[in-house]
């Protein structure tokens, strides 16, 4: 857990972001996308000290509204 605290405040500095550091730290949290019809087609679970995947996101996002989009055609 502490390894994983310094990498967030290592990521942190490099980003020039600061805080204070106060509240719960342990509280995680995620993303879940879903599509038209309320089916969950993306979840990702938050990891203490690793990055959210981005690119994973924006491509679910991308193929659903590209979905939505031929449907509506």
């Known amino acids: 857990m502490f390894r994983g605290m310094r990498n967030i405040s290592k990521r942190l500095s490099k980003k020039?972001?600061?805080?204070n550091y106060?509240?719960?730290?342990?509280v995680q949290g995620g993303v879940i996308i879903f599509?038209?019809?309320g089916k969950a087609r993306f979840a990702y679970r938050e990891e203490t000290g690793?990055?959210?995947p981005i690119e994973d996101i924006i491509?679910?996002?991308?193929?659903?509204?590209?979905?939505?989009?031929s449907k509506s055609t």
């Not at 020039?16 to 805080?19: A, D, F, P, Y």
């Not at 106060?22 to 342990?26: F, M, N, Q, V």
């Not at 491509?59 to 989009?69: D, G, I, Q, T």
């Open 50 to 52: 690793s990055e959210i």
């Open 16 to 19: 020039n972001i600061s805080g």
């Open 59 to 69: 491509a679910v996002v991308k193929e659903l509204r590209a979905e939505s989009k």
């Open 35 to 37: 599509d038209a019809t």
């Open 22 to 26: 106060k509240g719960e730290g342990l």
